[in-house]
Antibody
């Protein structure tokens, strides 16, 4: 059974930084791309970033490019999202999602971790 | 970026009745080389992450009940729940995966009348 477990969400002040983690199990981690997708309270879904299975290729949404960095450690079955220069509008539940086919279709999701940016 | 627009924003349907959700993309998501529409539908129940229901506009994922069906091509798509069940109460999102960035519709909330 595929499991994705996000952690690291917290209350952070505007301009601050946070690192999210997503630890996976139940599949060959290094074979699959993973993405981060967020959902602001009561709002819809926004894709943020993707990293290939090897970690050699990354993509970002314009809204976070230059502020967020995705990375992975295949020895730890973990993907990370380093978030800097956080703004109030970054407040959301952040989901880790597995991309079965490497084409931005998200077949498995974690339960999410809440990031709140507020003073 | 491709903009995905869903309608209606919400709908209330009686148990056993049909629910229809529309999704329109700002440009075609049909790849002519393989004649496939790069369009997915997700279901998100309260307090849960999204679940992939349908890929390629009309292909149900494994385990998805056959009361869920997708149709459409190019820029106009529809998700139909043929006979609404209580467990189908959720928000439904369309998403294109034609190019980066993938984008989602704003969601359609389905409730019981």
């Amino acid at each position: 059974e595929v499991q994705l477990l996000e952690s690291g969400g917290n209350l952070v002040q505007p301009g601050g930084s946070l690192r999210l983690s997503c630890t996976a199990s139940g599949f060959t981690f290094s074979s699959y791309a993973l993405s981060w997708v967020r959902q602001a309270p009561g709002k819809g879904l926004e894709w943020l970033s993707l990293i290939s299975g090897s970690g050699g290729t990354t993509f970002y949404a314009a809204s976070v490019k230059g502020r967020f960095t995705i990375s992975r450690d295949n020895s730890k079955n973990t993907v990370y999202l380093e978030m800097n220069s956080l703004r109030a509008e970054d407040t959301a539940v952040y989901y880790c999602a597995k991309d079965e086919y490497g084409d931005y279709r998200f077949d498995d999701w974690g339960q999410g971790t809440l990031v709140t940016v507020s003073s | 970026d491709i903009v995905m627009t869903q309608s209606p924003a919400s709908l209330a349907v009686s148990l056993g009745e049909r629910a229809t959700i529309n999704c329109k993309s700002s440009q075609s998501v049909l790849f002519t080389y393989n004649n496939k529409n790069f369009l997915a539908w997700y279901q998100q129940k309260p307090g849960q992450p999204p679940k992939l229901l349908i890929s390629w506009a009309s292909t149900r994922e494994s385990g998805v009940p056959d009361r869920f069906s997708g149709s459409g091509s190019g820029t106009d798509f529809t998700l139909t729940i043929s006979s609404l069940q209580a467990e189908d109460v959720a928000v439904y999102y369309c998403q294109h995966y034609y190019s980066s960035p993938p984008t989602f519709g704003q969601g359609t909330k389905v409730e019981i009348k």
